[in-house]
Nanobody, 116 residues
Framework: QIQLVESGGGLVQPGGSLRLSCAAS????????NKWYRQAPGKEREFVAG????????NYADSVKGRFTISRDSAKNTVYLQMNSLKPEDTAVYYC?????????WGQGTQVTVSS
């Protein structure tokens, strides 16, 4: 089964940028719907961005639209989340998700902290 490992999180100042990576193994990431979720302390996990299998259509939560971009590199079997104009409210653990035939797979998460 596919395994997902996130990286690229860290501490960044408001207005800064980060790029998260989700490296897949044990499966071809592009045959899955790929998504990013996040969970802030004391809050439920929420959808951030998604990219469909194959065709590459994308969708975003309203809170990140215009600031975040999801993409996929099939050659590297990796999904990315480019995050620009970061705000303190973007602080959360970010999780990579892959879905195929209603079965979901999750990574372990990577912490993003936006603070001055």
């Amino acid at each position: 089964q596919i395994q997902l490992v996130e990286s690229g999180g860290g501490l960044v100042q408001p207005g800064g940028s980060l790029r998260l990576s989700c490296a897949a193994s044990g499966g071809i990431v592009s045959i899955y719907h790929n998504k990013w979720y996040r969970q802030a302390p004391g809050k439920e996990r929420e959808f951030v961005a998604g990219i469909s299998w194959g065709g590459g259509s994308t969708n975003y939560a309203d809170s990140v639209k215009g600031r975040f971009t999801i993409s996929r590199d099939s050659a590297k079997n990796t999904v990315y989340l480019q995050m620009n104009s970061l705000k303190p409210e973007d602080t959360a653990v970010y999780y990579c998700n892959a879905v195929r035939n209603v079965v979901e797979y999750w990574g372990q998460g990577t912490q993003v902290t936006v603070s001055s």
